[in-house]
């Protein structure tokens, strides 16, 4: 691989994320605020490492004597495409040849967000949802020559007539998370798609002073369905995270606290200790694993 491809610094850690391999455990809690990931590492009976680069906290420690990480992303599917592909560099690629090794490591990469629902029976307190599938409208996994692969294409096919998709935006994709960690951790939380928009303002339909191109996307989407499960909620990173780890060989979940509800117009504030007891469920929930 080339120097600009395999991009290290000059202290042999990889570029954005600033870590060298051992670093980081396979089993990595991801989220997108720097600060949550701090609020999972104070319960971690030990940290062995930690590591700050931009937006990307990392604590790798044991919680009831299992080794994990968590690091934050930042926001939005190109945050998760540096990260992930990073991530996995660190453990499938010999820095030292620039060579992919033979034998992969599968990670489990579990993000733990916030969301917004768009069911009007979701409510906004205790309230998670694991995205069973995920619908891209950022475009990324047609950047891969895998991406088409892995995508479920009657899903991305059933959605893009049913929106009667504008041809001038991102190609829709659908694509489905980990039967292994949907089994082992999201086996009692509501279930449903995860719309991934690529930005918080006009993807989402909000406008302040820039006009949104289709004020109906949200509105529309809330109703398709697909094996029986509606559009749940919306959020910025799920189907990054979905394709890239189908294309990688990685499991992943992303588990939401439901904070907001784009139908009721509900707003949990005080959503901060929600997101607590959702982080010690999972913590709990990740040593079967």
Not at 40 to 51: A, L, M, N, V
Not at 133 to 154: K, Q, R, S
Not at 221 to 239: C, D, H, L, R, V
Not at 248 to 257: F, I, R, Y
Request: aromatic letters at 10%; hydrophobic letters at 40%; one cysteine or more.
């Amino acid at each position: 691989m080339k120097n600009a491809e395999l991009v290290l610094n000059t202290d042999g850690s990889i570029y954005h994320l600033k870590l060298n391999p051992g670093d980081v455990e396979d089993t990595i809690f991801l989220v997108g605020d720097p600060g949550r990931a701090i609020m999972i590492s104070e319960y971690f009976d030990e940290i062995e490492f930690s590591g700050q680069n931009r937006e990307i906290n990392t604590f790798t420690g044991t919680y009831k004597g299992k080794r994990l990480t968590v690091m934050s992303t930042g926001m939005g599917p190109d945050n998760i495409e540096i990260v992930v592909n990073e991530l996995d560099a660190l453990f499938n690629i010999d820095f030292k040849t620039r060579k992919i090794k033979e034998d992969k490591t599968s990670l489990n990469l579990i993000r733990i967000g916030t969301s917004g629902a768009l069911q009007a029976d979701i409510p906004v307190i205790e309230s998670y949802v694991v995205s069973e599938y995920a619908l891209g409208l950022d475009g990324l996994a047609y950047f891969y020559e895998d991406g088409p692969h892995v995508i479920i294409p009657e899903m991305t096919s059933a959605f893009i007539e049913y929106m009667k998709w504008d041809e001038r935006l991102p190609r829709p994709y659908g694509i489905r998370g980990s039967e292994y960690l949907l089994e082992k951790l999201g086996f009692d939380w509501r279930k449903g798609i995860t719309l991934t928009a690529p930005g918080f303002y006009a993807p989402q339909g909000r406008e302040l002073r820039l006009k949104v191109h289709d004020k109906t996307i949200i509105d529309r989407a809330q109703k398709f369905e697909f094996n029986g499960f509606p559009i749940t909620n919306f959020e910025m990173e799920t189907s990054a995270l979905y394709s890239l780890s189908a294309m990688l060989g990685h499991e992943a979940m992303t588990v939401c606290d439901i904070i907001a509800n784009r139908l009721t117009d509900d707003f949990n504030p005080n959503y901060k200790e929600s997101m607590r007891n959702l982080i010690q469920q999972m913590l709990d929930r990740v040593l079967v694993l």
